[in-house]
C-alpha cells in the first residue's frame, strides 16, 4: 500500500455521503483519525448513529443527519445543520450509491434503473451544489466523488451503475475545471473491489441460479479468488491525503487505489502535466 505520511485535517469540516456503512463509515473514521469534524449523512439514522460512535471511540467529533440524497431540499437542509453545528464544509465526500438494477438493458425494470442515475449522479451533483457556493467564497475546499472502474471500463449486465459512474467522472472533470480557479478541488476516485458495502450485499444475498445477479457475483468471486480485492484501508489513506490538499495539482483526475499520487504529481508539473486528467481516463 502507498504510504503518504500523517495528513492533518485538523479545524477542517468533511461531509460524508452514505456513512451508515461499508465504505462510507470506514472513511469517516479515517478522516476522524486526522483531525476531521465529521458530518454523517444516509438514510439510516440508525446505523449513522452506530458510525457516530466509532468515530467518537477514536477520539473525533460526529453529528448525524438523515437524509436522501435525491432530494434537493432535504440536501440543503442537512449543509445548513453542519454549518450551524459544525462549521462551512471544507471536505464533501459523495459515497452515496446504489448498484441499481442488474440484468440485461432490455430486461431491467426501467424505474429501478433511473433510479440509480438519480442517486449515483444527481445525489452527487446536489451535494457538490449545496456546498460548492461557499468554497467558491472562501477560495478554499475539496471534493472527493467515489466512482468505480465500471465508468471507464464496460461493465456488462450493470448498465445502471456504469452509466453513472461513467458521468460522475465526467462532471467530477467539470467541476474541477470550473471550480479549480476559484482554489476547489474536485477528485473522481476508484476505491478498488471492495468486499463491504454493496459489493458485501451482494455477495451475501440470495440470486437465482444462473440469473444476471448469480452471474455477476460469481464474476466478484472470482476477481477475489484471484487476489484482486483491496483493503479499505487503500482508499481511505488515499481519500485522507487528497484532503490535505497536498495533491490538488491532480483535481479533475481519474484516480484509482493502484496509482502512485506522489508519481502523478511529478507528471502532473511535467510538459504532458495539463492533459493528465484526460490521459488519466483514456488508459
Not at 2 to 19: E, P, R
Not at 82 to 88: H, S, T, V
Not at 263 to 271: D, E, F, I, N, Y
Request: charged fraction near 20%.
Amino acid at each position: 500500500m502507498q504510504l503518504y505520511g500523517d495528513s492533518d485535517l485538523h479545524n477542517q469540516v468533511a461531509m460524508v455521503t452514505g456513512a451508515g456503512g461499508g465504505l462510507g463509515r470506514e472513511i469517516a473514521v479515517a478522516l476522524a483519525r486526522a483531525g476531521a469534524r465529521v458530518a454523517l449523512n444516509g438514510r439510516s439514522p440508525a446505523r449513522l448513529e452506530e458510525t457516530a460512535d466509532l468515530v467518537r471511540a477514536v477520539g473525533g467529533q460526529a453529528i448525524v443527519f438523515g437524509c436522501d440524497v435525491t432530494d434537493e431540499k432535504s440536501v440543503r437542509e442537512c449543509v445548513e445543520y453542519i454549518e450551524r453545528c459544525l462549521g462551512p464544509v471544507d471536505l464533501l465526500v459523495n459515497n452515496a450509491a446504489t448498484g441499481g438494477p442488474i440484468d440485461s438493458v432490455w430486461r431491467v425494470d426501467t424505474q429501478a434503473w433511473w433510479r440509480a442515475l438519480e442517486v449515483n449522479l444527481r445525489g452527487p451533483f446536489l451535494c457538490a451544489h449545496a456546498v460548492l457556493a461557499a468554497m467558491v467564497a472562501r477560495r478554499a475546499g475539496a471534493i472527493v466523488n467515489v466512482v468505480s472502474h465500471a465508468g471507464v471500463y464496460r461493465w456488462p449486465l450493470c448498465s445502471a451503475y456504469a452509466s453513472s459512474k461513467c458521468a460522475l467522472i465526467n462532471l467530477s472533470e467539470n467541476m474541477a475545471l470550473e471550480a479549480g480557479r476559484y482554489g476547489v478541488s474536485v477528485f473522481a476516485l476508484h476505491p478498488g473491489l471492495l468486499t463491504i458495502g454493496m459489493t458485501g450485499s451482494l455477495l451475501d444475498s440470495e440470486t437465482g441460479l444462473g440469473s444476471a445477479a448469480s452471474r455477476v457475483a460469481e464474476w466478484i468471486r472470482q476477481e477475489i479468488r484471484q487476489g484482486r480485492a483491496v483493503p479499505a484501508q487503500r482508499c481511505t489513506t488515499m481519500l485522507v491525503a487528497l484532503a490535505s490538499g497536498r495533491y490538488d495539482a491532480l483535481s479533475g483526475c481519474y484516480l484509482t487505489v493502484d496509482d502512485d499520487l506522489d508519481a502523478l504529481l511529478a507528471r502532473a508539473s511535467g510538459p504532458d502535466g495539463s492533459n493528465l486528467h484526460r490521459l488519466r481516463i483514456r488508459q
